[in-house]
């Protein structure tokens, strides 16, 4: 391949619309060039990177794989330059777009969320939930709080608080349960979704664990909820259910007599980009201290 001393712009920008609507006829409307314009700028290009990037046959075009490729960065690449025209041009401030998962959103983020929003009274947020992970490019997102570590990518990662898993009850089924034996005789509540289950609790206090649950849910706020309501025993996080426990709505009892598993339940992830959000750092720097996370490095903006 020849190195590219100059990126040809114009060349690429017909490439994008002629590989995106896979015709030099439509590209050629689209751009209000001719058909033949269209024609020798992608020849123009093909000869620029010395790869072919089309098929082309008397009745259409398609991408090769090498064309198909560089579709998708130059697609990409023009977003950011759409999305940094759209950031110096405008004259209202844009909103930070923050994804979460669902049970961190619901049972951490909300309740303190007043706080936040009191000291930063112009900042406008946009929320969203959900256990998939946040595709940045595609919606936007400035920031996403992930359950469970990333799989390795080009974003930035920091892990958030130690979680420790220990089993939480109402108080009036707290009073029952005195040593870790008792839990067999109580429904517990296992939540599907989360790495460390009943199964592991139990074995990593030398207990034999329970052949059946009586309940299960794919949420931790549901299974809090119901631990809430006295339906049994779940085993949660007390970061999550800091909420119930300081509330007096949920008691730990069997805290201190037995062993709890810790693990870092919940990811902060961001792309590397030189210029953020205006709001990133003040959202980002609110919820590391709301964690209790000191001694970052500095800021990564």
Same mark, same amino acid.
């Given at each position: 391949?020849?190195?590219?001393?100059?990126?040809?712009?114009?060349?690429?920008?017909?490439?994008?619309?002629?590989?995106?609507?896979?015709?030099?006829?439509?590209?050629?409307?689209?751009?209000?060039?001719? /058909?033949?314009?269209?024609?020798?700028?992608?020849?123009?290009?093909?000869? @620029?990177?010395?790869?072919?990037?089309?098929?082309?046959?008397?009745?259409?075009?398609?991408? @090769?794989?090498?064309?198909?490729?560089?579709?998708?960065?130059?697609?990409?690449?023009m977003?950011?330059?759409?999305?940094?025209?759209? &950031?110096?041009t405008?004259?209202?401030?844009?909103?930070?777009? &923050?994804? @979460?998962? /669902?049970?961190?959103?619901?049972?951490?983020?909300? !309740?303190?969320?007043?706080?936040?929003?009191? #000291?930063?009274?112009?900042?406008?947020?946009?929320?969203?939930?959900?256990?998939? =992970?946040?595709?940045?490019?595609?919606?936007d997102?400035?920031?996403?709080?992930? =359950?469970?570590?990333?799989?390795?990518? /080009?974003y #930035?990662?920091? /892990?958030?608080?130690?979680?420790?898993?220990?089993?939480?009850?109402?108080?009036?089924?707290?009073?029952?349960?005195?040593?870790?034996?008792?839990?067999?005789?109580?429904t517990?509540?296992?939540c599907? *979704?989360q790495?460390?289950?009943?199964?592991?609790?139990?074995?990593? $206090?030398?207990?034999? !664990?329970? $052949?059946?649950?009586?309940?299960?849910?794919?949420?931790?706020?549901?299974?809090?909820?119901?631990?809430?309501?006295?339906?049994?025993?779940?085993?949660?996080?007390?970061?999550?259910?800091?909420?119930e426990? $300081? +509330?007096?709505?949920?008691?730990?009892?069997?805290?201190?007599?037995?062993?709890?598993? !810790? =693990? *870092?339940g919940? =990811?902060?992830?961001?792309?590397?980009?030189?210029?953020?959000? +205006?709001?990133?750092?003040?959202?980002?720097?609110?919820?590391?201290?709301?964690?209790?996370?000191? $001694?970052?490095?500095?800021?990564?903006?």
């Amino acid at each position: 391949m020849k190195p590219i001393r100059k990126l040809p712009l114009p060349f690429l920008r017909v490439f994008e619309a002629a590989g995106r609507t896979a015709s030099f006829a439509t590209a050629a409307q689209e751009l209000d060039l001719s /058909p033949s314009a269209v024609s020798h700028s992608i020849r123009k290009l093909e000869e @620029t990177v010395d790869l072919r990037l089309f098929q082309r046959s008397t009745r259409e075009v398609t991408l @090769t794989r090498e064309g198909a490729i560089l579709l998708e960065h130059v697609q990409r690449g023009m977003e950011e330059m759409r999305r940094g025209l759209a &950031l110096v041009t405008t004259d209202e401030p844009s909103p930070l777009r &923050l994804h @979460t998962a /669902p049970s961190f959103a619901t049972q951490w983020l909300l !309740p303190r969320l007043a706080g936040f929003v009191k #000291e930063n009274p112009r900042i406008d947020l946009r929320f969203s939930a959900s256990t998939d =992970y946040a595709r940045f490019e595609d919606d936007d997102f400035d920031l996403d709080i992930v =359950y469970g570590e990333p799989k390795p990518s /080009p974003y #930035e990662k920091i /892990p958030l608080a130690l979680e420790k898993l220990t089993p939480l009850c109402a108080p009036e089924l707290a009073r029952k349960i005195q040593r870790p034996e008792d839990l067999y005789e109580h429904t517990l509540i296992q939540c599907d *979704v989360q790495m460390f289950q009943w199964k592991g609790w139990f074995e990593a $206090n030398q207990l034999t !664990p329970p $052949n059946q649950y009586g309940l299960r849910f794919d949420r931790s706020s549901m299974a809090i909820a119901a631990a809430v309501g006295g339906l049994g025993v779940v085993l949660e996080s007390t970061l999550l259910a800091e909420r119930e426990l $300081n +509330q007096g709505t949920l008691m730990s009892p069997l805290i201190g007599t037995t062993r709890e598993v !810790p =693990y *870092v339940g919940h =990811y902060l992830v961001y792309p590397k980009r030189l210029h953020h959000h +205006q709001a990133f750092d003040t959202f980002r720097s609110w919820l590391l201290k709301e964690l209790g996370i000191e $001694n970052l490095p500095g800021s990564l903006i």
